[in-house]
């Protein structure tokens, strides 16, 4: 399909960035399989990265913010045949499953906790309380039900029993408590009720979809129909947000009184008490009526949709919904961006405010949110799914925007791209795959595999690959070429299970 040169180039550069990792990477000491953050490229020796605000100068593991890592390396024996790769990976899982949970299997891992592998014991930051925290991880679930299933489905619901606050009206906190005694669970009574009620958490979609993400693969896995139940409830208190016509959800569905507005003194609701004496009556000035878009939460809801077959539907319909109106109402073809605004569609742009808090200091402008290549990706993820012209479209003004190039008129006629861009990134890669998986264009891969060689000659020194001069272990790069050698030869790796 694309000449074999540049696949042969970018697959050798990946045996020699992951072998050497697996040589250095690992804790050498042996007592875990873990791997370091970071290793510096001149001398191959591990050093300090904090990847999770532990705040600590020692030489840490985040497994948590590793997955690209582990899908890297399964991808990599499924390609090769090599099970060596995946073995690596099933290592850590099985060491964190064994030694590395609570008592109800909620494992040690995600903000500000970190394995320090000098002093061989997990560590926190000192000024957080140790909790369990993820936000916008979603870790590969099918790798660690073929470790241990029953650890898995321990994990799952540990992670819900810790956050979930209140279940009658999923309330949940974005920190969920260790060893907190197990309840009902899946068998609490759900009351729904209205949505921006005073709860006691902070119900941030970036947690929130980790939260139902979790326990919607959870159901696959096992077959139980009740986590899918709860995990559309909590997905739905979302969509639950959205005011009149304009179909954009709130970034929460919850209002917090224990939020901290300007400091310890004042607290609330952090849009009510900066913006709401600035808008005129009439509108629901609340967190979560702030218009966030954040293009992780609608790719997980389609790689639900997608993942889960018939039983997904609703997950790949509420993100359609989703993008649809972010592109009918926020969308701006001239500069490529999206309006801040309220969810109801009143715009924030130009708003300038006079107090400081959450939201940013006394002066602070509102200004338009750009439609990166993050954006990129989400749109041509949604065409691929649900091939809508308006889509299309969207896709078309973000891919001119960010200057990869003109996608052309429709799937059936020639894209324009630009080869000469100067900043290329691995969202542009991913979001050209999945046009390309929606269009089978060979344009569309072609581009995909220059930038992928743009990447490879700029990031590859010396038989590994550099992120900010380090070796990183969380360096998303090889993932993406990897997929571009998987295309390029025929072969079939889950694209819609990389989901930031």
Request: with cysteine; aromatic share 14%.
């Given at each position: 399909?694309?000449?074999n040169?540049l696949?042969?180039?970018?697959?050798?550069?990946?045996?020699?960035?992951?072998n050497?990792?697996?040589?250095?990477?690992?804790?050498?000491?042996?007592?875990t399989?873990?791997?370091?953050?970071?290793?510096?490229?001149?001398?191959?020796?591990?050093?300090?990265?904090?990847?999770?605000e532990?705040?600590?100068?020692?030489?840490?593991s985040?497994?948590?913010?590793?997955?690209?890592?582990?899908r890297?390396?399964?991808?990599?024996?499924?390609?090769?045949?090599?099970?060596?790769?995946?073995?690596?990976?099933?290592?850590?899982?099985?060491k964190?499953?064994?030694?590395?949970?609570?008592?109800?299997?909620l494992l040690?891992?995600?903000?500000?906790?970190?394995?320090?592998?000098?002093?061989?014991?997990?560590?926190?930051?000192?000024?957080?309380?140790?909790?369990?925290?993820?936000?916008?991880?979603?870790?590969?679930?099918?790798?660690?039900?073929?470790?241990?299933?029953?650890?898995?489905k321990?994990?799952?619901?540990?992670?819900?029993?810790?956050?979930i606050?209140?279940?009658?009206?999923?309330?949940?906190?974005?920190?969920?408590?260790?060893?907190?005694?197990?309840g009902?669970?899946?068998?609490?009574?759900?009351k729904?009720?209205s949505?921006?009620?005073w709860?006691?958490?902070?119900t941030?979609?970036?947690?929130?979809?980790?939260?139902y993400?979790?326990?919607?693969?959870?159901?696959?896995?096992?077959?139980e129909?009740?986590?899918l139940?709860?995990?559309?409830?909590?997905?739905?208190?979302?969509?639950?947000?959205?005011?009149?016509d304009?179909g954009?959800?709130?970034?929460?569905?919850?209002?917090?009184?224990?939020?901290?507005?300007?400091?310890?003194?004042?607290?609330g609701?952090?849009?009510?008490?900066?913006?709401?004496h600035?808008?005129p009556?009439?509108?629901?000035?609340?967190?979560?009526?702030?218009?966030?878009?954040?293009?992780?939460?609608?790719?997980?809801?389609?790689?639900?949709?997608?993942?889960?077959?018939?039983?997904?539907?609703?997950?790949?319909?509420?993100?359609?919904?989703?993008?649809?109106?972010?592109?009918?109402?926020?969308?701006?073809?001239?500069?490529?961006?999206?309006?801040?605004?309220?969810?109801?569609?009143?715009?924030?742009?130009?708003?300038?405010?006079?107090?400081k808090?959450?939201?940013?200091?006394?002066?602070?402008?509102?200004?338009?949110?750009?439609?990166?290549?993050?954006?990129?990706?989400?749109?041509?993820?949604?065409?691929?799914?649900?091939?809508?012209?308006?889509l299309?479209?969207?896709?078309?003004?973000?891919?001119?925007?960010?200057g990869?190039g003109?996608?052309?008129?429709?799937?059936?006629?020639?894209p324009?791209?630009?080869?000469?861009?100067k900043?290329?990134?691995?969202?542009?890669?991913?979001?050209?795959?999945?046009?390309y998986?929606?269009t089978?264009?060979?344009?569309?891969?072609?581009?995909?595999?220059?930038l992928a060689?743009?990447?490879l000659?700029?990031?590859?020194?010396?038989?590994?690959?550099?992120?900010?001069?380090l070796?990183?272990?969380?360096d998303?790069?090889?993932?993406?070429?990897?997929?571009?050698?998987?295309?390029?030869?025929g072969?079939?790796?889950?694209?819609?299970?990389?989901?930031?």
């Open positions: 399909m694309y000449h040169d696949l042969n180039k970018i697959m050798d550069a990946l045996h020699n960035h992951v050497y990792f697996l040589k250095k990477g690992k804790d050498r000491s042996g007592t399989p873990f791997f370091v953050n970071a290793l510096d490229p001149k001398s191959g020796e591990a050093i300090h990265l904090d990847t999770a532990v705040c600590s100068d020692s030489l840490l985040n497994p948590s913010n590793q997955q690209g890592w582990f890297l390396l399964a991808a990599m024996s499924y390609l090769t045949g090599d099970p060596s790769y995946r073995e690596a990976a099933d290592a850590v899982n099985k964190l499953f064994a030694d590395h949970a609570d008592k109800n299997g040690l891992w995600g903000g500000h906790v970190a394995y320090d592998l000098l002093k061989h014991e997990t560590v926190y930051n000192e000024n957080k309380t140790k909790v369990h925290e993820v936000k916008f991880c979603f870790p590969d679930y099918f790798l660690m039900w073929e470790v241990n299933p029953d650890a898995t321990r994990y799952i619901e540990a992670m819900w029993n810790a956050h606050l209140n279940w009658s009206n999923l309330d949940f906190n974005r920190h969920g408590d260790y060893d907190i005694p197990f009902p669970l899946w068998n609490h009574e759900y729904s009720g949505v921006f009620f709860g006691e958490g902070l941030f979609i970036n947690t929130g979809s980790d939260l993400f979790a326990a919607a693969m959870l159901s696959k896995l096992s077959g129909k009740t986590p139940a709860w995990s559309k409830r909590l997905a739905y208190r979302y969509i639950e947000t959205r005011q009149n304009v954009i959800s709130g970034y929460q569905f919850s209002q917090c009184m224990d939020s901290y507005c300007d400091g310890p003194a004042v607290r609701d952090r849009a009510q008490y900066q913006l709401a600035l808008i009556d009439g509108h629901l000035v609340y967190e979560g009526t702030i218009f966030k878009p954040r293009a992780a939460a609608q790719r997980c809801q389609f790689v639900l949709g997608e993942t889960l077959g018939a039983d997904g539907d609703d997950f790949k319909n509420w993100a359609y919904e989703e993008v649809m109106a972010w592109g009918r109402q926020a969308y701006r073809e001239e500069d490529n961006c999206f309006i801040p605004m309220l969810t109801d569609g009143y715009s924030l742009e130009g708003l300038q405010l006079d107090r808090g959450y939201f940013g200091p006394a002066g602070k402008v509102f200004t338009p949110i750009r439609a990166n290549s993050d954006f990129f990706w989400l749109y041509a993820m949604a065409y691929r799914m649900c091939e809508d012209d308006f299309w479209t969207i896709l078309r003004n973000i891919g001119k925007g960010i990869v003109d996608i052309g008129e429709s799937k059936y006629k020639k324009n791209w630009n080869f000469e861009i900043k290329p990134d691995i969202r542009m890669i991913y979001g050209l795959l999945e046009l998986k929606a089978y264009r060979k344009e569309d891969y072609h581009m995909a595999s220059c060689d743009v990447l000659q700029v990031n590859y020194c010396d038989g590994c690959f550099l992120m900010n001069s070796v990183r272990v969380d998303p790069l090889p993932l993406a070429l990897l997929h571009i050698v998987a295309t390029g030869s072969k079939s790796l889950p694209i819609s299970s990389i989901i930031r």
